[in-house]
């Protein structure tokens, strides 16, 4: 098990684009927000740029006729690069574990619709979704 429950006084949150608006001058406003988020949490758990991050995706997206932020397209990319996936954490009365309480090193957190990035027990993302509780999450293998 290469997670931990922590209880946070503070939320454990870093707003963070993934590199969208340095690479396209994107602003960060809500009108801009779109669905990249599978782009945003790999691009920063894997430390490459938003641009490859997308291309790639949108290449296997194309070659498999899906979405970029579909598991079908995501999963087989992180595999690609060396991650696993891994069950949701729970607790001992077995219920999910909020984002908010888990402390990993470097992770992607699959939660309801939606892909964040971890690293060092702190989120990296456009929105605070600490509060949601991990489906399931990717790590590096050297990790799991």
Same mark, same amino acid.
């Given at each position: 098990?290469?997670?931990?429950?922590?209880?946070?006084? /503070?939320?454990?949150?870093?707003?963070? /684009?993934?590199?969208?608006?340095?690479?396209?001058?994107?602003? %960060?406003?809500?009108?801009?927000?779109?669905? /990249? *988020?599978?782009?945003?949490?790999?691009?920063?758990?894997?430390?490459?740029?938003?641009?490859?991050?997308?291309?790639?995706?949108?290449q296997i997206a194309m070659?498999? *006729?899906?979405? %970029?932020?579909?598991?079908?397209?995501?999963?087989?990319?992180?595999?690609?690069?060396?991650?696993?996936?891994?069950? %949701?954490?729970?607790?001992?009365?077995?219920?999910?574990?909020?984002?908010?309480?888990?402390?990993?090193?470097?992770?992607?957190?699959?939660?309801?619709?939606?892909?964040?990035?971890?690293?060092?027990?702190?989120?990296?993302?456009? =929105?605070? *979704?600490?509060? =949601? *509780?991990?489906?399931?999450?990717?790590?590096?293998k050297e990790t799991a």
């Amino acid at each position: 098990m290469n997670w931990q429950i922590v209880k946070h006084k /503070d939320k454990p949150y870093i707003k963070d /684009d993934g590199g969208r608006f340095k690479e396209f001058n994107i602003k %960060p406003l809500e009108k801009n927000m779109i669905n /990249d *988020c599978a782009i945003r949490a790999i691009a920063i758990a894997l430390d490459q740029s938003y641009r490859r991050t997308r291309d790639d995706l949108f290449q296997i997206a194309m070659d498999i *006729c899906d979405m %970029p932020n579909s598991p079908k397209v995501y999963e087989p990319y992180l595999e690609s690069k060396g991650w696993i996936k891994n069950k %949701p954490p729970r607790r001992i009365n077995n219920r999910k574990v909020e984002v908010r309480n888990l402390h990993i090193d470097k992770a992607i957190i699959r939660t309801s619709k939606h892909l964040t990035a971890m690293i060092n027990g702190t989120v990296l993302d456009t =929105w605070d *979704c600490t509060p =949601w *509780c991990a489906n399931s999450y990717y790590t590096p293998k050297e990790t799991a």
